[in-house]
């Protein structure tokens, strides 16, 4: 059973910077893709990046691409999300999952995502 817990949210300014880490536990098989997602304050949970596990390929929303960056530490089994000059809008509670399928076409979509962690909150002051 794979699990997922996230840390590093929390409360900064616009244009600060903040690191998600998700630590996971279990077994990864080579083509599960974990993906962060967001769901902010009376809005549907979208989608943010992903990567796949055995290729270490990367994708990413329109609206955080060149402000994101998405990595995997493979011996210590985390995924971490770097944000930079974070605005007021990238306020949301942040989830990491699993796409067993991991495929580029799936790996945008939360329907496509097995295991869920619990979420961390951040919050853009303006």
């Known amino acids: 059973q794979v699990q997922l817990v996230e840390s590093g949210g929390g409360l900064v300014q616009a244009g600060d910077s903040l690191t998600l880490s998700c630590a996971t536990s279990?077994?990864?098989?080579?083509?599960?893709?974990i993906g962060w997602f967001r769901q902010g304050p009376a809005k549907e949970r979208e989608f943010v990046a992903a990567t796949r596990w055995r290729l270490g390929d990367k994708i990413y929303a329109d609206s955080v691409k060149g402000r994101f960056t998405i990595s995997r530490d493979v011996p210590k089994e985390t995924v971490n999300l770097q944000m930079n000059n974070l605005k007021p809008e990238d306020t949301a509670i942040y989830y990491c999952?699993?796409?067993?399928?991991?495929?580029?076409?799936?790996?945008?979509?939360?329907?496509?995502?097995?295991?869920w962690g619990q979420g961390t909150q951040v919050t853009i002051s303006s």
């Open positions: 999952a699993v796409d067993p399928t991991g495929t580029p076409t799936t790996m945008k979509n939360s329907d496509n995502y097995d295991y």
């Open positions: 279990g077994v990864f098989y080579a083509n599960d893709a």
